[in-house]
T-cell receptor, first 113, second 114 residues
């Protein structure tokens, strides 16, 4: 069964600190993996998209890594800001089938002053 | 370019009623997907429409249906509402030439069933 597991479920960090969110998946066949940021009451916004051959991709203070062998991805946030408080959702795209996107349940990040 | 718009943003209904939600895609986008988001289950895929035809369907009961119009706008209908249908309903659209099939989400419709 295609699944995406994210950890931790929630996280509280101090402003200015770094953090890393984890995503493990059992999806086959794999097409690509995305990280989304979802502010409260808003729709998700894409942060990074990574294909099978990409190991790392950055978007400002956000850096995503992908290990296709172990089927793990991480999202590292550097020098966190209060505006980083949001849910971060890992999504894996399946290459075929009726449900082309498999979503994790997200990590709820709270950045406090 | 205007983003994906969804109407209404908030909706309160009672059990047994039906509801229709609307999604207007980014100009030029022909694919519209619908998702249900709840705190316990996260985002779950409902269905995808492309050129007025349902292309993919998730594992939801037949009470959930949708359609797409010739201008690519899409509607989602839920009949005989249940308490468990309370959720944020998101639509996402993509263009035919989008990199990696990237989807752009709307702000969602918050449905509360009493």
């Amino acid at each position: 069964k295609n699944q995406v597991e994210q950890s931790p479920q929630s996280l509280i960090i101090l402003e200015g600190k770094n953090c890393t969110l984890q995503c493990n998946y059992t999806v086959s066949p794999f097409s690509n993996l995305r990280w989304y940021k979802q502010d409260t009451g808003r729709g998700p916004v894409s942060l990074t998209i990574m294909t099978f051959s990409e190991n790392t991709k950055s978007n400002g203070r956000y850096t995503a890594t992908l290990d296709a062998d172990t089927k793990q991805s991480s999202l590292h946030i550097t020098a966190s800001q209060l505006s980083d408080s949001a849910s971060y959702i890992c999504v894996v795209i399946v290459n075929s089938g009726n449900t082309p996107l498999v979503f994790g349940k997200g990590t709820r990040l709270s950045v406090i002053a | 370019k205007a983003g994906v718009t969804q109407t209404p943003r908030y909706l309160i209904k009672t059990r047994g009623q039906q509801v229709t939600l609307s999604c207007s895609p980014i100009s030029g986008h022909r694919s519209v997907s619908w998702y249900q988001q709840t705190p316990g289950q996260g985002l779950q895929f409902l269905f995808e429409y492309f050129s007025e035809t349902q292309r993919n369907k998730g594992n939801f009961p037949g009470r959930f249906s949708g359609r797409q119009f010739s201008n690519s706008r899409s509607e989602m209908n839920v009949s005989t509402l249940e308490l468990g249908d309370s959720a944020l309903y998101l639509c996402a659209t993509k263009g035919t030439s989008a990199n990696y099939n990237e989807q752009f989400f709307g702000p969602g419709t918050r449905l509360t069933v009493l």
